[in-house]
């Protein structure tokens, strides 16, 4: 790939999406530089690698030759990195737009929505793959299916991305295929309202390449309504519409069947016979984003003799970082840590653990993610934790640069007291924990489980270390 600049400064080079960028633009001969805001797991990894990244943003952290600075937008705009770049009239660039600009005039699978877009995206490329295609992949989460972990440098003139709809960043690309998983109002820093939020993906539509493909969820009521309104104009334009859906659409699953290493669905499509489905992931929602990634497989490959190498790809996929993730035991008890930081996450993740789990108490420790959401979305946080059987809430994880003074008196501890007044209310009793910090919710965590348990550790703050240092002390 000939690349537009050579010499490239990373802002947040440590975010999943800028270090899978940085490890592109490095693969193709580019001089990187970084910084971050903390030394976490991700920035040691590229330091690893051998990237020069600096940890604290100053503004003599930007080389004198940078000839572009590509940054995540949750750097804030008073970042004295991004101010000095802007000093010294350098080109700055978010790292979609930049991939988007990477990928110009190529052939682009952009996997959007709510919820499951790091997992399913996963599943693509691994599956065209698996089939013999060889795409570029830059995904936000790590899977060992890719070597590179959150990123896989392809020879084909193919992208698979994921596109994320906060600052409407699925805008910068202009796929062959979308994907869209589901739609359900998130971000409200980030939107107006539940409005706003459906406007962008239907300015997602537009954006679809003239005979290209959407792949939608037939399942989910929202995506439908949208759809339905752009129908006509995306017919006009030859963009074919597929729907996905249990036992609806035209490329349908039946029942899901729980395996003891997983779970089955037969797929079908129109009128061709069965395949079975068989994937390690527990819950039907990842049982829908693999049937959506397979769709999208088979539209993408053209060899009619790959279904059943890709079939066991799906079989033999072991799972992302932070989706499910067994990371270890505490005193016996199987401990899982999981990105999810929206209501339904949870209550699906919470559904996939009392399935896969049916015998163990289910000890579930949340840590918010934005003080804005959890005030945003309290009510429906509420109800969200009904599945579990005890509840550990620790304080919520400030995000940097993301929060504003108005929401500073929002705490995991009112979240608390609605629960166990929703409890109340239901004749319910039951063990809710308030933790101020993370000192605190291992203090709680010890004391808690014990060898019957599963402790699930959601949130995508700094909860995952928490779980991985509670997980090595055996």
Known sequence: MKLPYTRVHCIGIGGIHVGAVAKLL????????????VNHELVRELRDRGFSITVGHRAENVPEDTEVVVYTHAVPEDNPEFVEAKRRGILCIDTHAFLAKLFEGKDQVVVTGTH?????????????????????VVVGTKSSVFPDGN?????????????????????SYQPTILVLNNIEFDHPDAFKDVDDYHTMFEEAFHQIRDKGLLIVNADDETCMALVKRHEGEMHERGIHIVRVGKNIGDIQFGEVEVEHDGQ????????????????QLPGEMNMRN??????????RVEDDGAEEKVLRAFAEFPGCWRRFERVGLLEGAPVISDYGHHPTEIS??????????PDRRIV???????????RGLFQEFIPAFDLADVLILSEIYDVPGREAAEDADVSSSQLADAVRERDAQAGRSRTIVFAEDLPKTESAIRSIVGPQDLLLMMGAGTIDGLA???AEKK
Do not use: W
């Open 151 to 171: 990123f896989h440098l392809g020879s084909d003139d193919l992208l698979v991305v994921e596109g994320d709809e906060y600052r409407r960043h699925v805008l």
């Open 264 to 279: 089955v669905a037969n797929v079908t499509a129109s009128k061709s016979e069965p395949a079975q489905l068989r994937i």
């Open 364 to 374: 579930l420790c949340y840590q918010p993610h934005h003080r804005n959401r959890t």
């Open 290 to 299: 693999a049937v959506m990634a397979l769709t999208a497989t088979i539209a």
């Open 116 to 136: 499951g877009k790091s997992t399913t995206s996963t599943m693509v490329g691994m599956a065209l793959m698996a089939a013999g295609v060889n795409p570029t």
């Open 468 to 470: 991985r240092k509670i």
């Open 26 to 37: 490095a693969a193709n001969g580019a001089i990187l530089s970084g910084s971050d805001a």
């Open 348 to 357: 699906e993740t919470l559904k996939a653990a009392k399935v896969t789990f």
